[in-house]
């Protein structure tokens, strides 16, 4: 699943080459690919046509596309292998072209939708007073967001009486960190992910919360985390991150800082990488 380097990645790029185009038309060639608009294709296209994009906005994974002066927004489910793609009008169509979205000007290019495994989707949606679709009004800020709030989110951590990986993947407490980051900036602060988070002391907070934003800005500058051939920008570019990850995928690998081997655990569905020497399990773990 796309994490938040990722989507603000495809933010960008959407920002550079969508914001402020008009609608002309709307194609909908899959209807799963808006089956989160329950009133069906013809009601999604017909609400688009004519109207401005906004700004594009992102809150932790979430991406959406303001539509102006109605209150509305279309909500982007990247899924695992949704890409919006802008592409030359003659441009061939993608394989797992979804949805196509023209503009009313002479730019040349397109907005698609495409998506290999259909979990993804594109779905509209009234705004809160915030901007924010309203089924995602109970995401949390992120961490590069700039309101969001270190301290309140230290208090949250204390009293959610859980484990640390745990409490990074709540988007109600924070936004944005998956699998992949969670490990990243664990391992740079050398916390064990099973940690219970009661014990968690203001600066050390401050410490993970330091290493969270560096991760990812570290990803951001070079286009985020591509592991396969689905997640790319919105020219279809990968990004390079994978190839500075300390912890996620090292298995077996020597540890960047202490040359012990890295391991890997069954997580939640997932999998957590550590180093068992740099972090150490805490001793109420098994």
């Known amino acids: 699943m796309p994490e938040l380097p990722e989507v603000e990645v495809v933010r960008r790029g959407l920002q550079r080459w969508v914001a402020q185009r008009t609608v002309a038309d709307v194609e909908v060639l899959h209807p799963r690919a808006i089956r989160r608009h329950l009133a069906g294709p013809e009601d999604f296209a017909h609400r688009l046509k004519g109207h401005r994009i906004g700004d594009p906005s992102r809150r932790g994974k979430y991406l959406w596309l303001p539509v102006a002066d109605t209150g509305t ?19 061939p169509d993608e394989k797992h072209l979804r949805i196509r979205i023209r503009f009313a000007d002479d730019l040349g290019t397109e907005l698609r939708f495409v998506d290999q495994r259909t979990f993804g989707g594109l779905s509209l949606h009234d705004t809160t007073p915030d901007g924010l679709p309203d089924v995602i009004a109970h995401i949390a800020r992120d961490p590069l967001d700039p309101l969001f709030d270190d301290e309140a989110f230290h208090q949250a951590l204390r009293r959610k009486r859980t484990t640390i990986k745990r409490a990074l993947l709540d988007q109600s407490l924070i936004s944005g960190v998956g699998n992949i980051y969670a490990d990243e900036a664990l391992w740079r602060a050398r916390i064990h992910y099973e940690r219970p988070t009661a014990g968690f002391t203001r600066p050390r907070t401050t410490e993970l919360l330091g290493h969270i934003r560096d991760v990812m800005n570290a990803a951001l500058s070079v286009g985020g985390t591509s592991f396969d051939s689905l997640y790319v920008n919105v020219n279809g570019e990968s990004g390079y991150f994978d190839r500075s990850l300390d912890a996620y995928g090292r298995e077996g690998l020597p540890c960047r800082r202490c040359g012990t081997p890295m391991r890997r655990r069954p997580w939640m569905n997932r999998s957590s990488y550590f180093c068992p020497t740099c972090q150490r399990a805490p001793r109420a773990s098994s």
């Open 73 to 91: 927004a279309v909500l982007a489910h990247l899924g695992m292998s949704g890409q919006l793609l802008v592409q030359p009008h003659d441009a």
